[in-house]
């Protein structure tokens, strides 16, 4: 790491630099990793699931939706944001959180956005398990502005959750509107008291630390057949927080042998094996198959016309 002052280079002095290395310890704050395939199409909001890699949704008392908003400017350069907008008109709260993971207790932390809504309310909010600290609210002109909100680490040292949201400064709710909207971008958490420019860190670097939490695998595994059951064995492009859990985006799921026989299986269910790590990703997938697989013959995970369930691999918080 380099800070302080530099000797002389070229007849000129380097000084002030400060400590290099990732400072925003939130992860994907610009929303470039999309492993659940957000798209600008409105999904419906179900709170505490996630909609975007580390973003979890957070809505009380109103309906709503989520999706990718157009690219525009923010703040000198163009971003996708992440948008929410309220379904119904009542007493509530809309938004996302992300769970911090990389912090330690008695840090003082500043968490920043960039957010565009037009509803009065809308404001960051850190909350460590009991203590809850709000940042500046938004005009709710519908431009972009920057919220920021410094906090210390007083409780749970095993919690913090940092919101940017339509929401009180207690976590409670408030009069929202059918049609009310936050756009949330450049969101970032820090140690110290100054909320700095956002931190972009090389894609490649992002999708590794959004894979520690969650991963998918789309086509292409081989698994071993017994019964009805394939078990597969899949090597995690990172070690995974935790042992992982599995679920499937649908309950069509198809595999194909090496031969020429093809299975495509309804009510597809997986579970975890018992040999799954935080390494290595073993599960197997049962349903009711089309066909009778062969037994301990190899099988190809292959998806095919309308059988194209997807494996979610999990270790969230």
Same mark, same amino acid.
């Given at each position: 790491?380099?800070?302080?002052?530099?000797?002389?280079?070229?007849?000129?002095?380097?000084?002030?630099?400060?400590?290099?290395?990732?400072?925003?310890?939130?992860?994907?704050?610009?929303?470039r990793?999309?492993?659940r395939?957000?798209?600008?199409?409105?999904?419906?909001?179900?709170?505490n699931a996630?909609?975007?890699?580390?973003?979890?949704n957070?809505?009380?008392?109103?309906?709503?939706?989520?999706?990718?908003?157009?690219?525009?400017?923010?703040?000198?350069?163009?971003?996708?944001?992440?948008?929410?907008?309220?379904g119904?008109?009542?007493?509530?709260?809309?938004g996302?959180?992300?769970?911090v993971?990389?912090?330690? =207790?008695?840090?003082?932390?500043t968490?920043?956005?960039?957010?565009?809504?037009?509803?009065?309310?809308?404001?960051?909010v850190?909350?460590?398990?009991?203590?809850?600290?709000?940042?500046?609210?938004?005009t709710?002109?519908?431009?972009?502005?920057?919220?920021?909100?410094?906090?210390?680490?007083?409780t749970?040292?095993d919690?913090?959750?940092?919101?940017?949201?339509i929401?009180?400064?207690?976590v409670?709710s408030?009069?929202?509107?059918?049609?009310?909207?936050i756009?949330?971008?450049k969101?970032?958490?820090?140690?110290?008291?100054?909320?700095?420019?956002?931190?972009?860190?090389?894609?490649?670097?992002?999708?590794?630390?959004?894979?520690?939490?969650?991963?998918?695998?789309?086509?292409?595994?081989?698994?071993?057949?017994?019964?009805?059951?394939?078990?597969?064995?899949h090597?995690l492009p990172?070690?995974m927080?935790?042992?992982p859990t599995?679920?499937?985006?649908?309950?069509?799921?198809?595999?194909?042998?090496?031969?020429?026989?093809?299975?495509s299986?309804?009510?597809?269910?997986?579970?975890a094996?018992?040999?799954?790590?935080?390494?290595?990703?073993?599960?197997t997938?049962?349903?009711?198959?089309?066909?009778?697989?062969?037994?301990?013959?190899?099988y190809? =995970?292959?998806?095919?016309?309308? =059988?194209?369930?997807?494996v979610?691999?999990?270790?969230?918080?």
């Amino acid at each position: 790491k380099l800070s302080g002052t530099l000797p002389a280079l070229n007849g000129a002095s380097l000084t002030n630099i400060p400590p290099q290395g990732r400072k925003n310890i939130l992860i994907n704050g610009d929303f470039r990793i999309n492993q659940r395939n957000l798209t600008a199409s409105t999904v419906a909001v179900t709170n505490n699931a996630y909609n975007i890699d580390r973003m979890k949704n957070y809505l009380i008392g109103v309906s709503g939706t989520v999706a990718l908003g157009d690219a525009e400017a923010v703040n000198g350069t163009y971003e996708t944001p992440l948008k929410y907008t309220a379904g119904s008109t009542a007493s509530g709260r809309i938004g996302g959180y992300q769970a911090v993971e990389d912090y330690h =207790y008695g840090e003082t932390l500043t968490a920043s956005a960039w957010v565009k809504s037009d509803n009065a309310n809308a404001r960051i909010v850190a909350y460590d398990g009991s203590t809850t600290t709000s940042s500046n609210t938004h005009t709710g002109g519908g431009a972009w502005e920057l919220l920021k909100v410094t906090f210390t680490q007083r409780t749970n040292p095993d919690q913090l959750y940092i919101w940017t949201a339509i929401i009180s400064a207690t976590v409670g709710s408030v009069s929202i509107a059918s049609g009310d909207y936050i756009y949330i971008s450049k969101f970032q958490c820090e140690r110290g008291s100054v909320a700095t420019d956002f931190e972009r860190l090389h894609k490649g670097e992002e999708l590794a630390l959004c894979q520690r939490y969650f991963t998918t695998v789309t086509k292409g595994l081989f698994g071993i057949n017994t019964g009805n059951a394939i078990n597969f064995s899949h090597s995690l492009p990172v070690e995974m927080r935790a042992s992982p859990t599995f679920s499937l985006t649908s309950t069509a799921f198809r595999v194909g042998d090496t031969v020429a026989q093809g299975i495509s299986y309804t009510n597809a269910s997986v579970a975890a094996n018992s040999y799954s790590s935080k390494q290595v990703a073993v599960f197997t997938i049962d349903g009711s198959p089309d066909n009778t697989p062969t037994n301990y013959r190899t099988y190809l =995970y292959e998806p095919l016309g309308s =059988y194209l369930a997807a494996v979610h691999i999990s270790a969230e918080l």
